[in-house]
C-alpha cells in the first residue's frame, strides 16, 4: 500500500492536504530523467537560463495571493506579514545579476606557448531538501543558482508545507524551464536514503534538523557526492553598554519571537550590559505582552500557532524545566494558549547555560535573557554553544563589533540588525549548524566544480 504524506494544519488539527510518495523505482526514474536533460540545459547560454529562472521567479509572484493563506494553512504564519515573495524575489534576482562573474572562468595566464584558466562546471543534478519554516525563501536559496549554473534540479519539500514543491514547478515550468530540468518529488526517508546512496545525484543540499543532516551524510558516505546542510542554531545577541537600547530591544525581540521563533537565525538567547539589563527586560516584557496570539487567517494576528503541535510541546518542556531550576517566565500565559499548537511568547530570566532553553535549539517563541559585565563574558557564553550560525552585535562602535565578531564562533556576524539573509554574503555556519554556503559568489562555487586547463599551444 502506498505510503502517504499528510500535512496537518496548526491552524485546527485538520488535514490541509496529502500526497502520494513515488515508489523507489519512480524516483529513480525521475532522477534519471533530471540527469537526461540536463546537458541540454547546461549548453543553453547562461543568459537565457538567467531569464527563465527569473521569469519562473515572477510567476511564483503572481501566486501570491494564493500562496499566502496557504502558507498560513500549513504552517500558521499570520497572513498580515505577506509571506514570502519579497525575500524569494530578492535573493534569486541578486543571484541572477552576479551570475556571469561568478561562473566567469579564471584566467591563470597565456603567452605564446600556453593557455591556462580553470571552469566552473556544473555538477549535474542537485537534489535540494527544503524546511517547512521559510519553505520558499530557503528552496530558492539553492534552486535558482543552480539552474542558473546550468544543474538540473531535484526538489524536495517537508511534509508540512507539501504544496510548496508543486507550486515552484508549475510557476517555473510555466515560464519555460523544461519539466525534466526543474522537478519537485515526494519521497519517504527510506526512498530518500537509497536514491542518495545510489548515486542518483551529485550534490545534496539539505536544511533541516541536526539529525536529518546526519542521515543525508550517512546517506552518502563513500559515494563521495558533495553534501551541504544549513541545521540547527540557538543564535545570540549581545546589547553592549553603548547600544541603542530601543533599537536593540525591538530587533532582538522580534527575531527571537517571529514567525513563532521558528527561524533557522532567529535569536534564541540574549546577553545584555549589566548597565541596561532592567531597562531592556522592561522593554522586551512590554513588546510581548502587546502581541496577538491567534488564527493566522485572521489579519489582527501578530503571532501564529507552531507548525506542528510537537513542536509547541517541547518548547513548553524547555520552560517548565528552566522555571523548576529557578528560571523565572515573564509573560502570562495569553488566553489563546490552547495547549496545543497555539503558543504563549515567552521571556524568561534567572537563566543558566545548564537549562536546556539556553542549550537546545528551541525552534519556538522564547528567548533566555542574561546579564553580562564584559564583553569577554558574553564572548565566551556566545561560544557556549553547539551551534554557531549568526551571532547579534549591539554598539555604536563598527570596530568594536568586528573585533568581538572575530573571537565568536558563527557563520554570520550581524551589527545592529539580526535576522536577516544577505544575498551578497555566504550564508554558513560552523560547529552543529552545519558546513558548505549558500547564496553569494561562494553559493555558486559549491553549486559546481572546477575544471582546469593547461593547453600547450606549441610542441617543437
Same mark, same amino acid.
Given at each position: 500500500?502506498?505510503? !502517504?504524506?499528510?500535512?496537518?494544519?496548526? !491552524?485546527?488539527?485538520?488535514?490541509?492536504?496529502?500526497?502520494?510518495?513515488?515508489?523507489? @523505482?519512480?524516483?529513480?526514474?525521475?532522477?534519471?530523467?533530471?540527469?537526461?536533460?540536463?546537458?541540454?540545459?547546461?549548453?543553453?547560454?547562461?543568459?537565457?537560463?538567467?531569464?527563465?529562472?527569473?521569469?519562473?521567479?515572477?510567476?511564483?509572484?503572481?501566486?501570491? @495571493?494564493?500562496?499566502?493563506?496557504?502558507?498560513?494553512?500549513?504552517? %500558521?504564519?499570520?497572513?498580515?506579514? $505577506?509571506?514570502?515573495?519579497?525575500?524569494?524575489?530578492?535573493?534569486?534576482?541578486?543571484?541572477?545579476?552576479?551570475?556571469?562573474?561568478?561562473? #566567469?572562468?579564471?584566467?591563470?595566464?597565456?603567452? +605564446?606557448?600556453?593557455?591556462?584558466?580553470?571552469?566552473?562546471?556544473?555538477?549535474?543534478?542537485?537534489?535540494?531538501?527544503?524546511?517547512?519554516?521559510?519553505?520558499?525563501?530557503?528552496?530558492?536559496?539553492?534552486? #535558482?543558482?543552480?539552474?542558473?549554473?546550468?544543474?538540473?534540479?531535484?526538489?524536495?519539500?517537508?511534509?508540512?508545507?507539501?504544496?510548496?514543491?508543486?507550486?515552484?514547478?508549475?510557476?517555473?515550468?510555466?515560464?519555460?524551464?523544461? +519539466?525534466?530540468?526543474?522537478?519537485?518529488?515526494?519521497?519517504?526517508?527510506?526512498?530518500?536514503?537509497?536514491?542518495?546512496?545510489?548515486?542518483?545525484?551529485?550534490?545534496? *543540499?539539505?536544511?533541516?534538523?541536526?539529525?536529518?543532516?546526519?542521515?543525508?551524510?550517512?546517506?552518502?558516505?563513500?559515494?563521495?557526492?558533495?553534501?551541504?546542510?544549513?541545521?540547527?542554531?540557538?543564535?545570540?545577541?549581545?546589547?553592549?553598554?553603548?547600544?541603542?537600547?530601543?533599537? #536593540?530591544?525591538?530587533?532582538?525581540?522580534?527575531?527571537?519571537?517571529? *514567525?513563532? %521563533?521558528?527561524?533557522?537565525? %532567529?535569536?534564541?538567547? !540574549?546577553?545584555?550590559?549589566?548597565?541596561?539589563?532592567?531597562?531592556?527586560?522592561?522593554?522586551?516584557?512590554?513588546?510581548?505582552?502587546?502581541?496577538?496570539? $491567534?488564527?493566522?487567517?485572521?489579519?489582527?494576528?501578530?503571532?501564529?500557532?507552531?507548525?506542528?503541535?510537537?513542536?509547541?510541546? +517541547?518548547?513548553?518542556?524547555?520552560?517548565?524545566?528552566?522555571?523548576?531550576?529557578?528560571?523565572?517566565?515573564?509573560?502570562?500565559?495569553?488566553?489563546?494558549?490552547?495547549?496545543?499548537?497555539?503558543?504563549?511568547?515567552?521571556?524568561?530570566?534567572?537563566?543558566? &547555560?545548564?537549562?536546556?532553553?539556553?542549550? @537546545?535549539?528551541?525552534?519556538?517563541?522564547?528567548?533566555?535573557?542574561?546579564?553580562?559585565?564584559?564583553?569577554?563574558?558574553?564572548?565566551?557564553?556566545?561560544?557556549?554553544? +553547539?551551534?554557531?550560525?549568526?551571532?547579534?552585535?549591539?554598539?555604536?562602535?563598527?570596530?568594536?563589533?568586528?573585533?568581538?565578531?572575530?573571537?565568536?564562533?558563527?557563520?554570520?556576524?550581524?551589527?545592529?540588525?539580526?535576522?536577516?539573509?544577505?544575498?551578497?554574503?555566504?550564508?554558513?555556519?560552523?560547529? *552543529?549548524?552545519?558546513? $558548505?554556503?549558500?547564496?553569494?559568489?561562494?553559493?555558486?562555487?559549491?553549486?559546481?566544480?572546477?575544471?582546469?586547463? &593547461?593547453?600547450?599551444?606549441?610542441?617543437?
Amino acid at each position: 500500500m502506498a505510503q !502517504i504524506l499528510r500535512c496537518i494544519s496548526p !491552524i485546527d488539527g485538520s488535514v490541509f492536504a496529502e500526497r502520494e510518495v513515488l515508489t523507489r @523505482d519512480a524516483a529513480f526514474a525521475a532522477a534519471g530523467r533530471a540527469r537526461a536533460a540536463q546537458a541540454d540545459w547546461a549548453a543553453r547560454p547562461l543568459q537565457e537560463r538567467v531569464d527563465l529562472v527569473m521569469a519562473g521567479v515572477a510567476e511564483v509572484g503572481a501566486m501570491n @495571493d494564493e500562496i499566502v493563506p496557504e502558507l498560513a494553512q500549513m504552517m %500558521g504564519r499570520p497572513v498580515r506579514y $505577506g509571506g514570502e515573495f519579497g525575500g524569494f524575489n530578492e535573493r534569486a534576482s541578486y543571484v541572477a545579476e552576479i551570475a556571469e562573474r561568478a561562473l #566567469a572562468d579564471i584566467s591563470v595566464g597565456e603567452d +605564446e606557448t600556453f593557455r591556462r584558466y580553470i571552469k566552473r562546471i556544473p555538477h549535474g543534478v542537485v537534489f535540494v531538501v527544503a524546511p517547512w519554516n521559510y519553505p520558499y525563501m530557503t528552496a530558492i536559496n539553492t534552486v #535558482a543558482p543552480a539552474l542558473i549554473a546550468g544543474n538540473a534540479v531535484v526538489l524536495k519539500h517537508a511534509t508540512q508545507t507539501l504544496l510548496v514543491g508543486e507550486r515552484m514547478a508549475q510557476a517555473f515550468h510555466a515560464a519555460g524551464v523544461p +519539466e525534466d530540468v526543474f522537478q519537485h518529488v515526494f519521497l519517504s526517508h527510506d526512498v530518500t536514503s537509497d536514491l542518495i546512496a545510489g548515486r542518483a545525484f551529485d550534490f545534496v *543540499n539539505f536544511t533541516g534538523s541536526v539529525g536529518g543532516g546526519q542521515a543525508m551524510e550517512r546517506a552518502a558516505a563513500g559515494t563521495f557526492t558533495g553534501v551541504g546542510t544549513e541545521l540547527g542554531g540557538k543564535d545570540p545577541g549581545y546589547v553592549m553598554e553603548d547600544a541603542d537600547l530601543e533599537a #536593540a530591544v525591538e530587533t532582538l525581540i522580534d527575531g527571537a519571537m517571529f *514567525n513563532s %521563533g521558528q527561524c533557522c537565525c %532567529g535569536i534564541e538567547r !540574549i546577553y545584555v550590559h549589566e548597565s541596561l539589563f532592567d531597562a531592556f527586560l522592561a522593554r522586551a516584557v512590554e513588546i510581548v505582552q502587546g502581541y496577538k496570539l $491567534g488564527n493566522p487567517l485572521d489579519p489582527e494576528t501578530t503571532i501564529g500557532p507552531m507548525a506542528n503541535v510537537r513542536f509547541a510541546d +517541547e518548547v513548553r518542556a524547555q520552560i517548565a524545566e528552566a522555571v523548576a531550576d529557578g528560571a523565572v517566565a515573564h509573560i502570562e500565559t495569553f488566553p489563546e494558549d490552547d495547549g496545543g499548537a497555539y503558543l504563549t511568547p515567552q521571556i524568561m530570566t534567572n537563566v543558566t &547555560h545548564d537549562m536546556r532553553v539556553m542549550r @537546545d535549539e528551541s525552534f519556538g517563541p522564547v528567548v533566555g535573557i542574561m546579564k553580562v559585565s564584559s564583553d569577554a563574558e558574553a564572548v565566551e557564553l556566545m561560544n557556549d554553544s +553547539e551551534f554557531g550560525l549568526t551571532a547579534s552585535l549591539w554598539t555604536r562602535d563598527v570596530d568594536r563589533a568586528a573585533r568581538v565578531g572575530d573571537r565568536i564562533q558563527t557563520g554570520t556576524v550581524f551589527m545592529n540588525r539580526a535576522d536577516y539573509l544577505d544575498p551578497g554574503l555566504c550564508w554558513t555556519g560552523c560547529k *552543529n549548524t552545519g558546513r $558548505g554556503g549558500g547564496l553569494s559568489v561562494i553559493g555558486y562555487h559549491n553549486l559546481t566544480r572546477p575544471k582546469s586547463y &593547461h593547453l600547450k599551444k606549441v610542441t617543437s
